[in-house]
């Protein structure tokens, strides 16, 4: 399994992004697709992710400002990014989560995507 994310990018403060993700290869399902983010000094963090069921989970952080999508049919995934705020500033993967029996099994990485908001 392969991700690839592009859509990252240098905004300033209140603006938009659209981040995208594609996934290839062997895509089982039920899974799950996210996107996590990572800024210097801090862990990795999960901003939002989607079941294929259309279940989907936000960051507190995020909520009312970014809104996830998936094409199943297509393997792929968005982030739509408003009212963006310096502390979104991270770098941005993509990640899929396999779902077997009822608990996560496999899960890939995309390369990354580089988000800087600028106040």
């Known amino acids: 399994v392969q991700l690839q994310a592009s859509g990252g990018g240098l905004v300033q403060a209140g603006g938009s992004l659209r981040l995208s993700c594609a996934a290839s290869?062997?895509?089982?399902?039920?899974?799950?697709m996210g996107w996590y983010r990572q800024a210097p000094g801090k862990e990795r963090e999960l901003v939002a992710s989607?079941?294929?069921?259309?279940?989907?989970k936000y960051a507190d952080s995020v909520k009312d400002r970014f809104t996830i999508s998936r094409d199943n049919a297509k393997n792929t995934m968005t982030l739509q990014m408003n009212k963006l705020r310096p502390e979104d500033t991270a770098f941005y993967y993509c990640?899929?989560?396999?779902?077997?029996?009822?608990?996560?099994?496999?899960?890939?990485w995309g390369q990354g995507t580089q988000v800087t908001v600028s106040s």
């Open positions: 990640n899929i989560k396999f779902i077997d029996d009822g608990a996560y099994g496999h899960d890939y």
């Open positions: 290869g062997s895509i089982f399902s039920p899974n799950v």
């Open positions: 989607m079941i294929d069921n259309g279940s989907t």
